[in-house]
């Protein structure tokens, strides 16, 4: 078998994409499939709780389409079918006038009369409409589901909960920030060994004549290349909120290998898998910087170049040649982006290294460590005084006055009435006891707490967006249209910040150079000062 037909089977349009019993077998690819097996943390955490359980009990196995529930639940049900019945597909029904809904009763009227134990693969959607909608007969169950959906918790008695959104791919607890199921499923595809259908395939298929696909093959190998495709991946994860499936990163693999082009443009090009979408935005053909336009420009008008000679002349080694055709000047930057901390040739291609660096998951890490495992030390608590005061903080308060921006420090902009604006002198701190307390884990997000007058605001959920946007207004943007998902979460907070202003005993009004105070001294007595 050729390297790029044995690589459809990665392609989310193949059969083997969905683990059934209906496809045909083909024992090449079977073997490839279960090669690539990466045995994740939900699926060891669901073989110990599938080997526990008892008669009467549910296992529910929740998420999101094409994360593996199938492959998970066929592979077990091989083994426990005679002591434990499994519903694969709570999404269909067994009778065409019967709705999804009515097969889960169905099952769980059957679990109940037989008592053996149930396992169900069910998506959240599904979940969440089956707590609304199913019979009340099954009342019991559908109140531990919106308990689980609420707080993420349930009677462990009877039913237990297993969800994909709790086990991420990616860890950010190290100071590598990487992914142990994607790092493992990129080295199998790429691992220099027979035991590798792949690069069997690939060693057969060298002199082929499909030099494109080699190439790429080649470059995915090198670890550098695959550490730089991870990092890609976690921006999308943090950036764009995308799930990442093992369905969709087998698909995106097959796109960057047999796509129509080298993989540096694969990587960026437009295509119908979702993780390929959303990194198109982090292409670095859009950064502009003074470094990468003069290359464009001198490649653009042919400019000699010692040094690019010779990088170009090396890369026929990976027999890619500069032809402004195939490999464009885009292309280029592309590659020198993949390649960023390999040294190769010349290393011409380090001189735009400087560019790629992105610095903001490094800190989204940093601070979502610092705050998740904050535990009152006094190096940590340093670390967190100084993030809340020059980037919470601050933000907050600049954008709180964007329309004032001539208060004094701690004073909050709450009105304009006609040239008179009103507003309040405020202490904003972080609540360090809250931080402690905080038991919430997301890798989306980590919660910050902000006390105002002693009053604590509800958590603040940063984003790696949230904390851009901040980073940002505290170097002086002001927020526009193009930031309204992010700026929806500054809006609230300053509203929070805006109501406790109101009962303020003390305010003020401001108009061309004059400040005037406003202090309540009781219930009908008001004093007037700065006047």
């Not at 199938?70 to 426990?80: F, P, V």
């Not at 099952?107 to 053996?116: L, Q």
């Not at 653009?300 to 990088?311: A, G, N, R, T, V």
């Not at 380090?350 to 460590?369: C, D, M, P, T, V």
Request: with cysteine; charged share 25%.
């Amino acid at each position: 078998m050729k390297l790029r037909e044995g690589l459809s089977a990665l392609s989310k349009s193949s059969p083997y994409a969905v683990t059934t019993n209906l496809r045909a077998n083909f024992p090449e690819l079977d073997a490839l499939k279960e090669y690539l097996f990466v045995e994740t943390d939900i699926e060891r955490e669901f073989r110990n709780k599938i080997s526990n359980l008892a008669p009467r009990q549910i296992l529910f196995l929740c998420g999101s389409s094409g994360d593996g529930k199938s492959e998970i639940m066929t592979r077990y049900n091989h083994q426990y079918s005679e002591t434990i019945d499994f519903h694969l597909d709570a999404t269909h029904s067994f009778h065409p006038k019967n709705t999804a809904i009515d097969t889960l009763d169905e099952v769980f009227s059957k679990h109940k009369k037989d008592g053996r134990p149930l396992v169900v693969g069910i998506n959240i959607g599904m979940l969440g409409n089956y707590a609304e909608e199913g019979s009340w007969q099954h009342v019991d169950i559908r109140q531990t589901i919106k308990q689980f959906l609420n707080t993420k918790k349930a009677d462990q008695t009877t039913c237990y909960y297993l969800d994909f959104e709790s086990f991420p791919k990616f860890d950010l607890s190290t100071d590598v920030h990487t992914s142990d199921f994607l790092k493992q499923l990129l080295s199998k595809v790429t691992a220099n060994t027979d035991e590798n259908p792949i690069f069997r395939m690939y060693k057969q298929g060298v002199d082929n004549g499909d030099r494109m696909l080699s190439t790429n093959y080649q470059l995915l190998s090198i670890a550098q290349v695959q550490d730089v495709i991870l990092e890609l991946l976690l921006r999308a994860r943090l950036e764009k909120d995308q799930f990442i499936t093992a369905r969709s990163l087998l698909d995106f693999i097959h796109i960057l290998l047999t796509g129509p082009d080298y993989i540096f443009d694969n990587l960026f090009n437009n295509s119908d898998n979702e993780l390929g979408m959303k990194i198109t935005d982090f292409d670095p053909c859009a950064i502009r910087s003074k470094n990468l336009d003069m290359f464009i420009l001198q490649r653009q008008l042919e400019l000699p170049s010692e040094d690019f000679e010779q990088f170009s002349t090396d890369l026929l080694e990976f027999e890619i040649s500069y032809d402004c055709k195939k490999v464009t000047k885009y292309s280029l930057v592309r590659l020198f982006y993949l390649i960023k901390d390999l040294k190769f040739s010349n290393n011409f291609h380090h001189k735009f290294r400087q560019e790629f660096n992105n610095s903001l998951i490094g800190n989204y890490a940093k601070f979502w460590n610092l705050n998740n495992n904050y535990e009152g030390g006094l190096t940590e608590k340093a670390e967190l005084k100084d993030f809340y005061k020059n980037v919470v903080l601050t933000s907050i308060n600049l954008y709180a006055n964007r329309n004032a921006t001539n208060l004094h420090k701690d004073e909050f902009f709450i009105s304009a009435h006609g040239n008179w604006k009103l507003t309040a002198e405020l202490e904003l701190s972080a609540d360090y006891g809250a931080i402690k307390k905080s038991e919430e884990l997301k890798l989306g997000y980590f919660n910050a707490y902000i006390k105002v007058a002693d009053k604590l605001l509800e958590p603040i959920p940063i984003s790696i967006n949230l904390l851009d946007l901040m980073y940002r207004i505290v170097r002086g943007y002001r927020p526009n249209k193009h930031d309204k998902n992010t700026v929806v979460l500054l809006d609230e907070i300053v509203d929070q910040i805006v109501e406790i202003a109101n009962a303020s005993n003390t305010l003020y009004l401001h108009a061309d150079n004059l400040r005037i105070k406003l202090k309540q001294v009781d219930k009908d007595d008001i004093e007037v000062s700065g006047v």
